[in-house]
């Protein structure tokens, strides 16, 4: 809880912190990767740097924390924490870089504010960064235990066992870890980090949803390759796409995530689009595996069949469920495709059982639409989760 004196000052200084907090956090990520440029070449996403993506997301979460903090002191948003801890504890973040964190980042502020940083504003907003980084590094700690690993070395390498192609752009890769020790357990819909050495020496680190069951003797991953061969957005999926192969290794991450299946017997939705689908095949998989009863509704949105990665597994999975049906909308049908399954996807005539728990995952805009459809179905905020990759966008919502 933020300090009496702190919660007048934020608030206050929100308006104008949140009015700068882009050029603010622009600031920030210039001053640490001149001081720390293994950050960007070994850790952060190059492709969210070039973007600006990370930006704004580090902007719309410390906005988020603050505004949570000022106006509902009583309460904190452990949902947006949770995500980050989990994608943080994925990259083997540790506690001493929110120290490297909170030196240029202050920095940044004093210099975008200049003389409206007071003594008295720079000490609250002090106490707000490290109320949120206490609160992710407690996190984190629980995340590193549960797995048995000291706190960053979340790294091990695994052995690609074979490799699958889906579509033209996608492709499974099966693994196992190397060292013979058993692979970690994990919850369906969860996903691990894997990090590659690129031609220039970096190592950047990209996340891929689990789309195996958490009983499969083998653990799959599933890349789409980003059309964008040579920019940083594009340049992991790349490099697995063309290098990668059966006999190969992958420093892969222990597996992390909260978008996971819980254990109750319950209505669900699983609703994906694109590469999305990933974590759903998993959870689908093991649905069958523990006799699930209760209704499942399977939704998910491409443009074609033919880019709809393991589409036979999505219907075939479905069908093994004694109560699921599976919707497909595509934007570029096959003949004889149904009409009112053509284009985006339209929950308009799907039926949702009372008590559903929807997961989500794919392209924002998706899964804003869909998010916005279920509320209008009567679906509760806190039973619609989802999984972003790359920065959370949508933080502010939650």
Not at 27 to 48: I, Q, S, T, V
Not at 299 to 308: E, K, L, M, N
Request: glycine residues 8%.
């Amino acid at each position: 809880m933020l300090s009496e004196t702190s919660t007048a000052t934020v608030r206050a200084t929100l308006p104008a912190v949140g009015a700068a907090i882009g050029d603010i956090a622009d600031l920030f990520y210039r001053k640490m990767f001149a001081a720390h440029p293994e950050l960007l070449r070994d850790l952060f996403n190059r492709g969210n740097q070039a973007s600006g993506a990370q930006r704004r997301a580090l902007a719309g979460s410390i906005a988020a924390f603050a505004t949570q903090l000022v106006e509902h002191p009583d309460t904190r948003p452990d949902v947006m924490l949770n995500r980050i801890a989990h994608k943080h504890a994925s990259l083997g973040v540790t506690a001493p870089q929110y120290e490297i964190v909170h030196t240029h980042l202050f920095a940044a502020i004093a210099e975008v504010l200049g003389d409206a940083v007071t003594p008295e504003v720079a000490a609250a907003w002090d106490e707000v960064y490290w109320l949120m980084a206490g609160a992710l590094i407690s996190i984190e700690e629980r995340l590193y235990a549960q797995q048995g690993v000291v706190a960053g070395d979340v790294w091990r390498e695994w052995e690609v066992v074979a490799r699958i192609e889906e579509t033209s752009d996608v492709a499974t890769f099966q693994l196992r870890p190397a060292d013979g020790v058993p692979a970690p357990a994990f919850r369906p819909g969860q996903y691990v980090s894997v990090q590659v050495e690129l031609p220039d020496g970096a190592h950047q680190i990209r996340q891929y949803s689990l789309s195996s069951a958490p009983g499969s003797r083998l653990r799959s991953i599933t890349v789409k390759r980003v059309h964008q061969a040579g920019a940083p957005d594009g340049e992991v999926s790349n490099h697995l796409y063309a290098e990668i192969g059966a006999g190969d290794r992958l420093r892969v991450s222990a597996p992390y995530g909260d978008l996971a299946l819980g254990s109750a017997d319950i209505p669900l939705l699983l609703a994906s689009a694109g590469i999305g689908c990933t974590p759903m095949l998993s959870m689908l998989e093991h649905l069958a595996a523990i006799d699930h009863r209760a209704p499942v509704t399977v939704v998910h949105g491409d443009r074609s069949p033919a880019t709809h990665a393991m589409r036979t597994d999505h219907a075939l999975l479905t069908e093994k469920l004694p109560a699921a049906t599976a919707h497909f909308w595509y934007e570029d049908p096959e003949p004889g495709h149904p009409a009112d399954r053509t284009g985006l996807v339209d929950l308009s005539e799907v039926v949702v059982a009372p008590g559903t728990h929807a997961y989500l995952c794919g392209p924002l805009p998706f899964m804003r639409s869909v998010r916005t459809q279920l509320l209008a179905k009567g679906v509760p905020a806190a039973d619609i989760h989802y999984e972003v990759f790359g920065p959370d966008m949508w933080l502010a919502q939650d």
